[in-house]
């Protein structure tokens, strides 16, 4: 089983900072790795996938890094709706799918 | 556009059992696999179970199998999963969820059915 480790658990940042998220993977994923945020309530929505592909809709200020065993999300400028749990997970080798244990970003 | 709903969620207690179901809309629902992914109160999330698009196999998580049965009928775009044995850490929203292809990322989830394992 691959595992998936992210850090940090909780991001502190202000509106309009800039915020790095990362994710490591016991084992090389290549570049099958995807990034979803979840807010309170609601079930996770596909952000970044392909290490680097933004899904349609996200916006510019979203980037993926990465490839192999280290990853990383960027926000370029927080904006309010950014505050959200963010999930990474690969899926290069399954089963099982295998997600990280979540970053909160909050204010 | 896709649209996964789920139902069946409920609370249990330990030992007894549920079926959750998935009624899926918005693509050909027999040309894609399915899977349930869960997420205990304030945890992350858990891969549990994955329905090949022809019925041709299943995949457990190695925390439910034995317990935990997936299938669908094609004639109702539904999936289901018959979670049985239920343990207070079986307790989280259960989501359906949809890939593209064999190596992609979950484009689809569905709103999620809460299941309560408690004595």
């Known amino acids: 089983e691959i595992v998936m480790t992210q850090s940090p658990a909780t991001l502190s940042v202000s509106p309009g900072e800039r915020a790095t998220l990362s994710c490591r993977a016991s084992q090389s994923v290549n570049s099958n790795l995807a990034w979803y945020q979840q807010k309170p309530g609601q079930a996770p929505r596909l952000f970044i996938y392909?290490?680097?592909i933004r899904a349609t809709g996200i916006p510019a200020r979203f980037s993926g890094s990465g490839s192999g065993t280290e990853f990383t999300l960027t926000i370029s400028s927080l904006q309010s709706e950014d505050f959200a749990l963010y999930y990474c997970?690969?899926?290069?080798?399954?089963?099982?799918?295998?997600f990280g244990g979540g970053t909160k970003v909050e204010i | 556009q896709v649209q996964l709903v789920e139902s069946g969620g409920g609370v249990v207690q330990p030992g007894e059992s549920l079926r959750l179901s998935c009624a899926a809309s918005?693509?050909?629902?027999?040309?894609?696999?399915l899977h349930w992914v869960r997420q205990p109160p304030g945890k992350g999330l858990e891969w549990v179970a994955f329905i090949a698009n022809d019925d041709s196999y299943t995949l457990y998580a190695d925390s439910v199998k034995g317990r935990f049965t997936i299938s669908r009928d094609i004639s109702k775009n539904t999936m289901f999963l018959q979670v049985a044995s239920l343990r207070t850490e079986d307790t989280g929203v259960y989501y359906c969820?949809?890939?593209?292809?064999?190596?992609?990322?979950?484009?689809?989830w569905g709103q999620g059915t809460l299941v309560t394992v408690s004595s």
């Open positions: 997970q690969q899926y290069n080798d399954w089963p099982p799918l295998t």
């Open positions: 969820a949809k890939r593209e292809t064999t190596v992609s990322p979950f484009h689809h």
């Open positions: 392909g290490a680097s």
């Open positions: 918005g693509f050909t629902f027999r040309n894609y696999g």
